[in-house]
């Protein structure tokens, strides 16, 4: 269990607690592990606890009457979920599954109302943290209405090279994840993306060098087409 109070230091809405705030955080807090495809909460339950992933990925699946899956967002080390409940009541309206081999604290809700009490800070970088959500939000509402999936996917190359060095006009990246999770939050099918991906290739923007791995070969053109 030593390990705990780590997983809570990689979030940043609980990095500006002193170390006396993150020790009583480590006990509060539990272990927990998931295997590839496990069921972490199921849509409906009532949000109890801050769910931070420490290793793996986690998947928001919204799932249909008609038996069709979405992944809503994915969540990998250091992001968490339920911080909606913090404010109020609240269920979980999507299943969180486990989308790879995964370790999770799970944080009570009361505990890190108590934390907020005590440590302004923490609230304040968790209203901080919701507005970029939202933000995020509102951005893939104008995507989905006004870009094509080939903007849509030049787009989101983009954003995965901002996390990345680049020491020049171009960049190699890594996707997180399957293509076919990509696919989804782009609103398109893994059939279409990978046309798009081929596409992009023959205009000689991208070279596919891996399972996951892009290099794209000027920043400036594929900016372009994210923005025409």
Sequence with gaps: MGGIPSCAAGVPIFQVLPAAGMDELGQAMHHRHFAKGELVVAAGQPVAHLVVVAHGRLKQVHVSASGREQVVRVLGPGDFLGEMALFAPAVHEQDLVAAEESDCCLVPREAVQALMRRHPDVAVRLVESLAQRLAEAEQLIVDLGLRDVGQRLAA??????????????????????????????????????????????????????????????DLGRLRRLAES
């Design 156 to 217: 989101e190359l983009l954003r995965v090279a901002r996390g990345e060095a680049v020491g020049g006009p171009g960049a190699r990246v890594t996707i997180d994840g399957p293509w076919s999770e990509l696919a989804v939050r782009l609103g398109t099918t893994p059939e279409s993306l990978s046309r798009r991906l081929k596409a992009l290739a023959a205009q000689g923007l991208i070279t596919q060098a891996g399972a996951r791995t892009v290099i794209i070969h």
